[in-house]
């Protein structure tokens, strides 16, 4: 994925799961997304259970604070955490109130999405779900999995094809796609918190 993107000269977000940055593999990868110009981000350590339906009293430590302890000493400020929204949903299931302090309390941004095209579930489908996303909005956030069998195989025809339709990348993120800016709230949070969580 580095390579293709680095071809078309194309930034991007990575967000990154803790039990990957135990290997050396995993810490290299980052690093070199990041000299290569790319922003990292915390994507929870397990990826297993939405934060909003963890039941366990320290799944913000092991999650977001894991992650952060590992990737941290990798890559510069400002923090990211890119909640796991279980296939791409948007809703009540992503944060409790105690991962939403936590981000609030250690200058987090938090980054939603607008666009999951399944190119996990259609690794060669994907590419026009994904346009048809990009040209029915004026600033699509597109998440894309670097994972066996998901985005690689369409995205250097994605990316042409984008282009040819006088598309534009960008890491800057849609204003509606980022609730929390810099540990700072900037909107109403009540459909991404779960009610009655701690």
Same mark, same amino acid.
């Given at each position: 994925m580095?390579?293709?993107?680095?071809? !078309? +000269?194309?930034?991007?977000?990575?967000?990154?799961l803790?039990?990957?940055?135990g290997?050396?593999?995993?810490?290299?990868? /980052?690093?070199?997304?990041?000299?290569?110009?790319?922003?990292?981000?915390?994507?929870?350590?397990?990826?297993?259970?939405?934060?909003?339906?963890?039941a366990?009293p320290?799944?913000?430590?092991e999650?977001?604070?894991?992650?952060?302890a590992?990737?941290? *000493?990798?890559?510069?400020?400002?923090?990211?955490?890119?909640?796991? +929204?279980?296939?791409?949903?948007?809703? $009540?299931?992503?944060?409790?109130?105690?991962?939403?302090? !936590?981000?609030? @309390? !250690?200058?987090?941004?938090?980054?939603?999405?607008?666009?999951v095209? +399944?190119?996990?579930?259609?690794p060669e489908g994907?590419?026009?779900?994904?346009?048809?996303?990009?040209?029915?909005?004026?600033?699509?956030?597109? /998440?894309?999995?670097?994972? *066996?069998?998901?985005?690689?195989?369409?995205?250097?025809?994605?990316?042409?094809? @984008?282009?040819?339709?006088?598309l534009?990348?960008?890491t800057?993120?849609?204003p509606d796609? /980022? $609730?929390? /800016?810099?540990?700072?709230v900037?909107?109403?949070?009540?459909g991404?918190?779960?009610?009655?969580?701690?």
């Amino acid at each position: 994925m580095l390579d293709i993107l680095a071809r !078309h +000269g194309i930034a991007a977000h990575f967000f990154v799961l803790g039990k990957h940055l135990g290997s050396d593999e995993g810490r290299h990868l /980052v690093e070199r997304a990041r000299d290569e110009g790319h922003l990292i981000g915390n994507h929870s350590f397990t990826h297993a259970v939405p934060l909003g339906e963890d039941a366990r009293p320290d799944a913000v430590e092991e999650e977001i604070a894991a992650t952060d302890a590992l990737l941290s *000493p990798l890559v510069p400020p400002p923090k990211r955490f890119r909640p796991f +929204g279980g296939g791409g949903r948007l809703g $009540p299931h992503l944060l409790n109130q105690r991962a939403v302090d !936590h981000l609030i @309390a !250690h200058g987090y941004s938090c980054v939603l999405w607008n666009s999951v095209p +399944g190119d996990w579930l259609d690794p060669e489908g994907w590419p026009e779900k994904a346009l048809a996303d990009c040209v029915t909005r004026p600033h699509t956030l597109l /998440v894309l999995h670097d994972i *066996p069998n998901a985005c690689l195989q369409g995205l250097d025809g994605f990316l042409h094809k @984008a282009r040819a339709l006088g598309l534009r990348f960008t890491t800057a993120c849609p204003p509606d796609c /980022v $609730p929390i /800016v810099d540990g700072r709230v900037m909107g109403d949070l009540g459909g991404l918190v779960a009610t009655g969580s701690h």
